[in-house]
């Protein structure tokens, strides 16, 4: 860009028209900055459909072969599918469809409808009483903040009614999408009736169903004309109160009698229920909000927060709202807290052009930094991108790079001004000279990023937009360098007329400079084999370093899963949960909690790893003061457990970032035979459960239950005029309750539920004794026409594409990283894996399989990127050899950045590794711009040798410099959870790439292209 068309001189020239443009862009960056989404995690897609069915009364492995397996046979034909997953229990299954992750995100509803459609297609295949399927494909649906219900005397009903006022409210917010209402505890009508009754007044239950359905049924009642009218019929008897129900008649051998004379019938709820919800130890209903894409979450808060307040007036005395969650707060915190660290590192980067450029010279650049970010926000805004862990990171690692161009023109035109040139040739010096290779620089940067924005995976998704905001941020402040900056010094700066002639880089310090740089060039070998040598032990370190996908957050939340043996009902895991809420209840820190008894949480933070619904579940989620009381009430409660509830398995763990991975070991088999599945299962838990690392061992089918297997004995049956549904019917009855109708009340749809009085139901012991009418009117006892035995049977089957599949799960100490431990116990099962036979294998789950996958969809692309900087290297230098030697300079940033994790013990996460892939970019760009003053120095006369160390001593001030600014930029990250590792590395990173840029590409340069020395002093200073 040295002829020609000069951007910097026409910006200048029509200053006007710049000045303009600078107030644009000013305006539309401060524009978005208020208007720009915030939110705490960036968006991804969950590429998961769950589908639900049920089929009441079936085994577990009778659901898999005729309700499972035919679904998944269909299900395999789902275009771009991953994975298929089932989870089997007594009467339900869930089946879980993965996509693959490199499919377009935006096709995945489509997907999902054609799910749909394959499903309904085979539905007349599933046995006779199976309910659903039911579809759910909205996992990545977050609430953006949830409100308890509660209060001492209010029933389950009542609580449901106020937050549905509660609901109708909060929808008419802006930009609230939909409110959920969860913990609602379902009603029935109960009818108690005894054996004892039904025998002495010869009834059956047939009988009793007949009259409740005969009564309260809709059913077609006709029409009769009148002329040309149509009058509908109706037909009056529908129940209309509980009362109603009571008085249904019965015909008892000639003679009416009614249902309340011979049951207790009542209104309730199921029993056991399966689903319920404590906030601070009392039952509670949420209200759980979800806003619109796109929107500013603090915005939507703040709108519920005043709908709420007006809501709270009218409530009756005693009800109880909490806040459980609310996004609001911790992205308000998390915004302010990164626009402190921006604010921080803004002043760092200042300082630094202050100190070294002077008070009108930093200006200029300091000028730059608004004007950047600006443009940044207002590309951010266009491409629909939030204010979010991700983003604000990007911003802040940007802000050491979009200085650097600025830096490079004002630090070349205040050292022509100090020459003796006229302001406007100084300022339009560096485009003619530096513009290009600094341009070359920036898309090199840009490109080091690359793999990041291009990353085909749900990890991609969720830190593309650090490529974004990064790769705008450096584009645009190439732009401002060379178009507003020169503007700008133009007039701030003074011109200096009296130094014509002046010779720079002739202090003190720049002598002893030439002389280092002309000892490491004519020291070479050694300079090139240490830093080889620095580069293998660098490389050698990366193997010892904690291995990690992403880290943990520094959210003060937890959370604590209790899990009970496989079998127990939601009354056990609920008293599990009380006796943990009364310790939690007695610790110092503690904000709140709520727990969730038969299911986890719902997603109340995008990456939380749901559990399913388990009766033998509860989840407790707390909430600390902050992250030191977090931490000590993890050991605290874990310790609790262990030595005060035994039987029950605890998980305490902190929230993850990035996609979910679940257990932290996580390794798991397959194969046809589900026996010969749980033999290899049981030797690998016998090497994990050696592993002192590890402990909470267990699988996922959970333990065995004990089942009562019942065997009718048909030729009695037959001869009292039975079958075996009317035993079943009896034993539904006796013991769970039989459904036998509805009642409509309003909008609500109650069963009808006839069970057994409590005190006839709760015994094991009454089993055989339970009675089973005959046709004939008589009763007779279970134990006449039926043996039984009791048996176990798997609690949970779990598949994988179809195969009966294990996974050996553990936690592990908080100083311990899941990759590294997988790794471990996977290397020791060699000898299982030896084992094996055919169709069986053993694959690493969570962390590992996770990390592999996101890292492949980056590593996929990093040949481009490759492939993309050696085509702008053959562009800038239009030869092989220099830009060879430039590729050549890339990994050298691997040096420092092992070394500083290495000293740190920080892990080598996902996130480093996109630091590191990252750094080859910013130290290419530092190289391009010295080899092309190399190669302009002998252009002009200097003979090789001097024209090296003169382009090192010219650019050792801006290298200095932008190095500075980036590194101040890095440190303000380094206590971040997300980013700390990642800013560690590249502090480390940039610090001996800067040095070895200075020493070590001088030496490979002599070297490549074989230069001799030059027969001068060194240290003086050369004039071209």
């Known amino acids: ?172 917010v802006k930009n609230v999408e939909k409110v959920d209402i969860l913990g609602e505890q379902p009603e029935q009508v109960h009818v108690d009736l005894s054996d004892a009754k039904l025998a002495q007044y010869g009834l059956s239950l047939e009988t009793v169903k007949q009259a409740l359905v005969g009564t309260n049924e809709m059913f077609p009642q006709g029409s009769v004309r009148a002329g040309t009218l149509q009058i509908p019929m109706r037909v009056d008897g529908a129940y209309q109160s509980i009362d109603d129900i009571a008085g249904t008649r019965l015909n008892v051998m000639g003679r009416v009698i009614r249902l309340g004379d011979i049951a207790e019938i009542r209104r309730g ?203 705008t941020a450096v584009t645009a402040s190439w732009f401002v360098a060379v178009f507003f900056t020169p503007y700008l010094g133009c007039h701030l700066l003074r011109e200096q007329p009296d130094k014509k002639g002046h010779v720079p880089f002739q202090s003190p310090f720049y002598i002893r400079l030439r002389r280092v740089i002309d000892r490491c060039m004519r020291h070479r070998r050694t300079v090139i084999f240490s830093t080889a040598g620095l580069f293998a032990l660098g490389v050698a370190a990366l193997p010892f370093l904690p291995k990690q996908f992403f880290p943990y957050s520094d959210s003060p939340i937890f959370l604590v899963d209790l899990w009970s043996p496989e079998g127990s009902d939601t009354t056990r895991s609920e008293a599990v949960a009380r006796r943990v809420e009364l310790f939690l209840a007695g610790q110092p820190g503690v904000v709140n909690f709520t727990s969730y008894v038969g299911a ?224 471990d116990l996977y290397a020791k099962m060699a000898s299982i894996r030896a084992e094996m036979p055919l169709g069986y294998e053993m694959k690493m789950g969570g962390a590992v399989e996770e990390g592999a996958k996101a890292e492949a969809s980056v590593f996929k692309f990093v040949p481009l990127a490759g492939l993309v900087m050696i085509l702008l290297l053959m562009i800038q230098t239009r030869e092989f050899k220099p830009s060879l030697m430039i590729l050549f300079c890339a990994p050298l940033g691997v040096i420092g950045a092992a070394l500083a994790l290495f000293a740190t013990q920080k892990p080598f996460g996902f996130v480093v590794i996109l630091g590191v892939i990252a750094l080859a970019g910013m130290i290419m760009r530092n190289a391009i711009i010295l080899v092309d003053q190399i190669q302009r120095n002998m252009a002009e006369g200097l003979d090789n040798w001097t024209a090296v160390v003169e382009a090192t001593v010219s650019r050792f001030r801006p290298i200095l410099l932008t190095a500075t600014a980036d590194v101040l930029a890095f440190l303000t990250l380094t206590t971040n959870a997300f980013w700390g590792p990642m800013a560690i590395a590249m502090t480390g990173g940039m610090i001996v790439a800067t040095i070895l840029i200075l020493t070590f590409v001088p030496a490979l340069y002599v070297v490549w292209f074989g230069l001799k020395p030059a027969n001068i002093s060194a240290g003086k200073a050369v004039v071209s």
């Open 269 to 471: 709820y199921a029993d056991p229920y399966e689903y319920r919800i404590r906030v601070n130890g009392a039952n509670s209903i949420l209200v759980c909000v979800t806003m619109s894409a796109g929107a500013n979450v603090i915005d939507v808060g703040a709108g519920v927060a005043k709908a709420l307040d007006v809501l709270k007036k009218d409530l009756p005395n005693g009800l109880t709202v909490t806040e459980v969650s609310n996004q609001s707060h911790v992205v308000r915190e998390y915004v302010g807290e990164f626009q402190l660290k921006l604010a921080m590192s803004v002043g760092m980067v200042l300082l630094v052009s202050f100190f070294s450029l002077g008070l009108k010279t930093g200006v200029v650049v300091a000028l730059a930094v608004p004007l950047v970010l600006a443009i940044t926000f207002a590309v951010m805004g266009m491409l629909d991108i939030s204010f979010q862990r991700v983003s604000l990171g990007a911003i802040i690692i940007s802000l050491g790079l979009l200085v650097d161009d600025a830096m490079v023109t004002v630090e070349m035109m205040k050292r022509k001004i100090e020459e003796g040139w006229q302001k406007k040739e100084a300022a339009t010096f560096a485009y003619s000279t530096v513009a290009f290779p600094m341009l070359t620089g920036t898309l090199i940067t840009v490109a080091g990023f690359l793999p990041v924005g291009l990353a085909q995976s749900s990890t991609g998704e969720y830190v593309r937009s650090l490529f974004l905001v990064v790769g």
């Open 600 to 823: 986890g949480a719902p997603r109340f933070y995008l990456p939380l790893d749901q559990q399913l619904t388990n009766t033998n579940l509860a989840q407790i989620v707390v909430n600390a003061k902050d992250v030191a009381a977090r931490d000590r009430l993890l050991k605290a409660v874990a310790d609790y457990v262990a030595d005060n509830i035994p039987g029950v398995r605890c998980k305490v763990e902190r929230l993850n970032l990035g996609p979910p991975v679940g257990w932290p070991v996580n390794i798991r088999v397959s194969g046809p035979d589900a026996k010969k599945v749980r033999l290899l299962a049981d030797k690998m838990r016998a090497v994990v459960e050696a592993d002192p690392r590890t402990f909470a061992v267990h699988d996922d089918w959970h333990e065995e239950i004990p089942t009562i297997a019942f065997k009718a004995d048909q030729g009695r049956l037959l001869g009292m005029g039975l079958n075996s549904q009317v035993v079943k019917l009896a034993l539904q009855t006796e013991f769970s309750g039989a459904p036998m109708g509805y009642y409509r009340e309003g909008k609500e749809l109650l069963p009808i539920v006839i069970r057994r009085p409590e005190g006839e139901r709760d015994s094991l012991a009454k089993l055989m004794s339970a009675n089973i009418p005959t046709a004939t009117g008589l009763w007779v006892p279970l134990s006449q026409v039926a043996d039984w035995n009791v048996d176990f049977a798997p609690g949970v089957i779990w598949r994988r594409d179809r195969m009966p599949t294990i996974t050996l799960q553990a936690d592990i100490p908080a100083d311990c990283q899941p990759k590294d431990v997988i790794n």
């Open 1 to 172: 860009m040295g002829k020609g068309f000069n951007i910097s001189r026409w910006g200048i020239e029509n200053g006007s028209f710049t000045l303009f443009i600078i107030i644009v862009a000013a305006a539309l960056g401060v524009s978005a900055f208020f208007t720009l989404g915030q939110k705490e995690d960036p968006d991804f897609t969950i590429r998961t459909m769950a589908i639900d069915v049920r089929w009441p009364g079936a085994p577990a492995e009778e659901m898999a072969r005729q309700v499972v397996d035919k679904l998944e046979v269909k299900l395999q034909e789902t275009p771009h599918l991953e994975k298929m997953r089932s989870y089997t229990k007594d009467g339900h299954a869930i089946l879980f469809l993965s996509l693959k992750e490199d499919f377009d995100s935006a096709e995945v509803k489509n997907i999902w409808y054609q799910v749909r459609k394959k499903v309904s297609d085979i539905k007349y295949a599933l046995p006779p009483g199976v309910i659903g399927p039911f579809f759910n494909d909205e996992f990545g649906d977050t609430y953006i903040a949830m409100y308890s219900l509660s209060g001492s005397g209010f029933s389950f009903g009542e609580l449901r009614d106020q937050a549905k006022q509660m609901r109708d409210r909060i929808l008419a």
